[in-house]
């Protein structure tokens, strides 16, 4: 019953920045998390950060520490990933995720949004 749309995927240059959205609605689990995975061709899908809706705790892929940075705002119930210095490797699907429960797996979440393409090329 929870239906999570993602904005903000586009075409950005190695270095550049990009800013990721996803606007969740019907949310009933209190102890909630949102999470980020993206998924290139040939790949799985991988996880890239979470955060928890009560307490803002985070967690970080190894690949993105230091470039990307989750959030959210409650009171939209939305959630950001903000992605620095990306680099070509950083090309995928991005798919926003709500589960119970923290994870790090895709079995972990029970909803997912569309994906948005992110592509870093110049």
């Known amino acids: 019953q929870v239906q999570l749309v993602e904005s903000g995927g586009g075409l950005v240059q190695p270095g550049g920045s990009l800013r990721l959205s996803c606007a969740a609605s019907g949310r009933t689990f209190s102890g909630g998390v949102m999470g980020w995975f993206r998924q290139a061709p040939g790949k799985e899908r991988e996880f890239v950060a979470r955060?928890?809706?009560?307490?803002?705790?985070?967690y970080y892929a190894d690949s993105v520490k230091g470039r990307f940075t989750i959030s959210r705002d409650n009171a939209k119930n939305t959630v950001y990933l903000q992605m620095n210095s990306l680099k070509s490797e950083d090309t995928a699907v991005y798919y926003c995720a709500s589960g119970p429960n923290l994870s790090r797996i895709v079995t972990g979440y029970n909803y997912w949004g569309q994906g948005t393409q992110v592509t870093v090329s110049s």
């Open positions: 955060i928890m809706w009560s307490g803002g705790i985070t």
